[in-house]
């Protein structure tokens, strides 16, 4: 959840960036955060869904990941031809992460009430 949470944080971070050396540890870091992610997924989704639907599971995290992967660059380069700098979209593909790492925070919460129910 940090890791998700930070991917975005250091996505913000971008356009703050005015030397190379800190445009590299911002770079880094977020390197860092997106490999904790990745490498946390397949365990997270073993623990919610269970070995028979892990590989579906994955591969459903991994096609959602791709449609912004897939959006941005474009929505980017509009952004910078109407606004001159790509600083907005820095910040803007900075806010999903934050988001989703505020989100991801609920979903122990709510499978552990899952859990009571079936009970």
């Known amino acids: 959840v940090a890791s998700f949470f930070f991917i975005g944080l250091m996505s913000m971070m971008i356009p703050l960036c005015h030397v ?3 445009l ?16 946390i997924m397949a365990p997270i989704a073993f ?6 639907d892990v590989s579906q599971a994955i ?4 096609g ?22 790509y600083d907005v979209a820095f910040y803007l593909a900075g806010v999903p992460p934050l988001i989703g790492g505020a989100i991801l925070c609920f979903i122990p919460w709510v499978h552990e009430r899952q859990k009571l129910k079936e009970r």
């Open 20 to 22: 190379f050396g800190s």
């Open 24 to 39: 590299i540890a911002v770079c880094l870091f977020m390197g860092l955060f997106d490999g904790c992610f990745i490498c």
């Open 47 to 52: 623990e919610l869904v269970g070995a028979q």
């Open 59 to 62: 591969g459903f995290l991994l």
């Open 64 to 85: 959602l990941m791709s449609i912004p992967m897939t959006v941005g660059p474009p929505v980017a380069g509009l952004l910078r031809d109407h606004l001159g700098t």
